[in-house]
């Protein structure tokens, strides 16, 4: 089981540029998230999708996008970089639904951008 | 506002114990999960406490008191690949989860 799987694991970006950060797992999760890790921070929610076709603004979501097509795939579109989102990018994805008592985030080993 | 409030750093000695100490203003709760972090690594889940009470796992255990807000990390035995971040995280009323900066635990010989 490869579990979450993320790409790239580093970019550098110019102000202005456009990227796409890719998510897929396998393990039939029907929850995917977006989150970015600042240094002293706590990890901020950017999106998160419950299922295909289905996706929602967490708390942070102003400069990017999403798109959930599939249960596995979850990518996340940066248009027009700035520096404030040099940060480190993780993705995880939860399987939620009756019998479950909690959800267990598995991350994906995330990806280190930075913007200049 | 929400709120998760943990230690920056703590440093602890091979063999010992430590406490890592979480506190929480959110609104409503739904549970509260502890994960570890190595540095550059992802996180990856440790324990979930809902109830009041100790959860014990191995070396690790978690205790919870919701009338108090307040949780705490408990790791036996250090190990020097203990060094990590610990993560504490809360689920609010909307099933949200809130998180914490992070405890950096630094382990000596």
């Known amino acids: 089981n490869a579990g979450v799987t993320q790409t790239p694991k580093f970019r550098i970006l110019k102000i202005g540029q456009s990227m796409t950060l890719q998510c897929t797992q396998d393990m039939n999760h029907n929850y995917m998230y977006w989150y970015r890790q600042d240094p002293g921070m706590g990890l901020k929610l950017i999106y998160y999708s419950v299922g295909a076709g289905i996706t929602d603004k967490g708390e942070v979501p102003n400069g990017y996008n999403v798109s959930r097509s599939t249960t596995e795939d979850f990518p996340l579109r940066l248009e027009l970089a700035a520096p404030s989102q040099t940060s480190v990018y993780f993705c995880?994805?939860?399987?939620?639904?009756?019998?479950?008592?909690?959800?267990?985030?598995?991350f994906g080993s995330g990806t280190q951008l930075s913007v200049l | 506002g929400q709120n998760i409030d943990q230690p920056t750093e703590m440093t602890a000695t091979e063999g010992a114990i430590v406490q890592i100490n979480c506190t929480y203003q959110?609104?409503?709760?739904?549970?509260l999960f502890w994960y570890q972090q190595h540095a550059g690594e992802a996180p990856t889940f440790l324990s979930y406490?809902?109830l009041d009470g100790l959860e014990e796992k191995g070396r690790f255990s978690s205790l919870l008191s919701r009338s108090k807000g307040y949780s705490y990390l408990l790791l036996k035995e250090l190990q020097m690949k203990d060094s990590a971040s610990y993560l504490c995280?809360?689920?609010?009323?909307?099933?949200?989860?809130?998180w914490g900066a992070g405890t950096k635990l630094i382990i000596k010989p």
């Open positions: 995880a994805s939860s399987y939620e639904g009756q019998g479950t008592r909690y959800e267990k985030l598995f």
């Open positions: 959110t609104s409503g709760f739904n549970g």
């Open positions: 995280a809360v689920r609010d009323s909307n099933y949200q989860l809130i």
């Open positions: 406490n809902v």
